[in-house]
């Protein structure tokens, strides 16, 4: 019996290895699966027999949270650059202390950083990468992915460290079924993978097609024949059944290493995977651990990132877009074409001064580009003969959506649609308030929206209060599961964070950091819309306009009334949290950046509740900044006023010992 279920063991194991690793499947499905089979059958009648490394084992079950876990080894952050000028030089330093360093180039996976840890050979744990010094337990999640293997082929002590990443297809199939269930879309396939891994049903991990490719590796016991280099680790690797990735290439210096830069600016997007840049290290370990880390880095190694691709197409038409408060967009309808790995056939072109200042005119050939490498928007016009003998774009005089005429607001360069009644106009501001930022109605899009309001189920956004599941049913491809959730999400928001509800208001001025200053200072809807704009004048970062536009709104009847409505529905918000400590009693926090174990939402809560306040602005006033990963203007601010920095590690320091 233990002979035949070793035996089912190590084949599917090494079916897996072939099929999800080597991309080279070696039996049939059908064997597979009755291989599979047999095993769990075995294993149910001898449960004893059940080992950590069995297939089997893949799919875990819920979990109440992840619970933190120090690493062993510090997972440090790269040094990167856009230019190869900077490449030479890092290289230059290198061989100046080194002398000449053979370079090994790997892809910059777009994923999330992870570190497994093998104890002879079999799976243990593994642990998110978080700010490198502690991470989060995930290890039943990561079971469920099948390029990470259970038992390796040596028994081998090993830490492993990985890029978690969801292909590009994988990735476009999960929004089609989340399209078509009502649930939210996934911004691109770092988010979709970052999502589905921190489930804490790993049953529904297992449903997403995660794969991971390795890229280092920390040898703990002993290891016959243990690697010299880096190229030779990630050889060993692969030998030990992990995937890694085949675009590893070792080059001879750094003019190498620039042209496998640049053989790769344009091949990235043929692959079913993102990958923003290229990591550059040196190979002989030996110089690695000489050469050593800086406060946040190894000196060893540096990323080349590659810059925001610009490419021509040709304009076909500008549409008028209608957003929350009327203002009308202009967008660029484009003949699509391939950039940053998908196909674009919309961008930006911010407001009718920009386009008049780029003078683009339908049928001209344009540059678009991905600012941040997300948003496309037109930079440039191609002026040919042609464009000038081309009608310039006038902007619209009446709104594309109710007809009603456009009108300018002072001091703005928008034109907007002033009809409380346009049905675009309606539709973005109920498409706002069940968003992440405002009241997180997640399971409710803008194809639900739409159709609800078709349909005259909704008028505004009190209505959704209204729904019931049967009004769902009633929708195009929505079935009971779908209506329930929907139904569900919205119930479960009438008691969000008054915090969410003021940004949700969309008042004008106010954005969610605003909101939650606003929260903090007034604790209750009723003391916020009772203040005078003196009141309001007092709060930090709440300067004169501001308040007189918050006032203003509370005092519009039409606030006045919905504001009746939502009570008579029930939709009242939580009360804010109290402080539990008053460490932070006197003191502002503003915060910046991308923090990797918790959002800047959860992280301001905390603040709250240790006695402090947030704001949205860095002032003299500000006592300290929190700055995340791409902290923007902020963290220069602060610079240039002396304010104290926080790393996100300095900032689990102050808080630690507390319970939050």
Known sequence: MLDRINFLKDEINKA???????????????????????LKSLEEQNPLLITPDSPTQRVGSVSEKFLPYKHKYRLYSLDNTYEYDVLEDWYKKIVKEYGEQKLVCELKIDGLAIALTYEKGIFVRGVTRGDGITGEDITNNLKTIKAIPLKLFEPVDVEVRGEIYMPKTSFEKLNE????????LFANPRNAA????????????????????????????????LPKTHYESIMYLKKLGFKTNPNIKLCDNANEAIKYCQSWDEKRFSLDYATDGVVIKVNDLLVQQEMGFTSRAPKWATAFKFP???????LIKIEESVGK????????????????GSTVSRASLHNFDEVGRLDVRIGDRVYIKKAAEIIPKVVKVIEDEEHFNRPQYLPPEYCPSCGAKLNTHDGEVNLYCDNPECPAKVCARIEFWVSKDAMDIDKVGPSVIEQLYNKGFIKSPVDLYKLSMQDFMQLDLVKEKSAFNMYTSIQNSKNNPLSRLITAFSIKNVGKETANVLAGEFETLEKLKSADIEQLSKVEGIGEIIAQDIYEFFRNPETISMLEELKTLNVEPAPPVKNVYDDFKGLTFVLTG????????????KIKQMGGKTSSSVSKNTSYVLAGENAGSKLDKAEKLGVIILSEKDF?????????
């Open 177 to 184: 079924e989340n399209l078509a269930n009502g649930e939210k």
């Open 594 to 605: 991308t923090l990797q174990n918790m959002t800047r939402d959860e992280a301001s809560e």
């Open 325 to 340: 408060t009327g203002a009308i967009t202009p967008v660029a309808v484009l003949e699509p074409v391939l950039l940053g």
């Open 308 to 314: 925001p691709e610009e490419v021509t197409t040709t």
């Open 194 to 225: 970052a999502g589905s891994i921190r489930q804490l049903d790993s049953k529904i991990t297992a449903k997403r097609d995660l794969s991971m490719f390795c890229y280092t590796a920390i040898f703990t016991g002993t290891v016959n024949n």
């Open 652 to 660: 689990l320091d102050m808080i630690k010992g507390k319970v939050l």
């Open 16 to 38: 897996n290895y072939k099929y999800y690793v080597e991309d080279n499947p070696s039996i049939s499905d059908y064997e597979y699966d009755k291989m599979y089979a047999e």
